[in-house]
């Protein structure tokens, strides 16, 4: 699986849309980009996944660059509540087998 | 839906005991995962199961550590003996056939002294 590489550390202000990158330049045809989020001292959270469309949900945007070497998740009105550790995942999407590995992520923190 | 069931929340037990976690993953999901995270290695997978079956067991990280699922419904995690070292929160995750994320369940936390 793709490596991915993510800022340490972002704040953004509550009510203001965060904008979370994530490099993934050596990302195969084949591989999904996936997002989940881990608020401290609970277990991490599926938040959102894409291959190379823009995709929306109730949580978030997934924003993936034309060349898919590169993507961005937006929190569109950020609250306290969203303050978590901000994993971005590539791997190849299977269904339900194989692993999920995740990295070192981004911690957000949500400023009043 | 009750989400993943872990067991016990907290435990703390001496150096040289076994400890045993356990996991109850989602009805219906056929994918089972352990990881374990530490502020030093983050989360890590420790092995999976597809069916029942272990796939990959590679994150397992001695001849101490044991996992096994003997049906759909439970999953165990043993550790024998247990050392200061195994320190850690220890999550259980699973998914279906039908994508929908991996859910993680709230993790037991297990203290060696």
């Known amino acids: 699986d793709a490596k991915t590489t993510q800022p340490p550390s972002m704040d953004c202000a509550e009510g203001r849309a965060a904008n979370l990158p994530c490099n993934h330049s050596t990302i195969s045809g084949n591989e999904y980009v996936y997002w989940y989020r881990q608020i401290h001292s609970q277990g991490p959270q599926y938040i959102i996944h894409?291959?190379?469309n823009n995709e929306t949900n109730e949580m978030a945007s997934l924003i993936i660059t034309e060349d898919r070497k590169s993507s961005t998740l937006i929190l569109p009105h950020a609250t306290l509540r969203d303050t978590a550790v901000y994993y971005c995942?590539?791997?190849?999407?299977?269904?339900?087998?194989?692993?999920?590995?995740f990295g070192q992520g981004t911690t957000l923190q949500v400023k009043p | 839906d009750a989400g993943v069931i872990q067991s016990p929340r907290h435990e703390v037990t001496e150096m040289g005991q076994e400890v045993t976690l356990r996991c109850k993953p989602i009805s219906g999901h056929n994918s089972l995962f352990w990881y374990r995270q530490t502020m030093m290695r983050g989360l890590e997978l420790l092995i999976y199961?597809?069916?029942?079956?272990?796939?990959?067991d590679s994150g397992m990280p001695e001849d101490r550590f044991s996992a096994k699922m003997p049906n759909a419904s439970f999953s165990t995690l043993k550790i024998q003996p247990s050392e200061p070292r195994d320190s850690a929160v220890y999550f259980c995750?699973?998914?279906?056939?039908?994508?929908?994320?991996?859910?993680f369940g709230s993790g037991t936390r297990l203290t060696v002294v």
């Open positions: 995942i590539v791997r190849v999407a299977t269904g339900n087998t194989g692993k999920l590995i």
């Open positions: 995750a699973s998914t279906g056939f039908k994508w929908d994320g991996y859910t």
């Open positions: 199961f597809n069916n029942n079956v272990p796939i990959d």
């Open positions: 894409g291959l190379k």
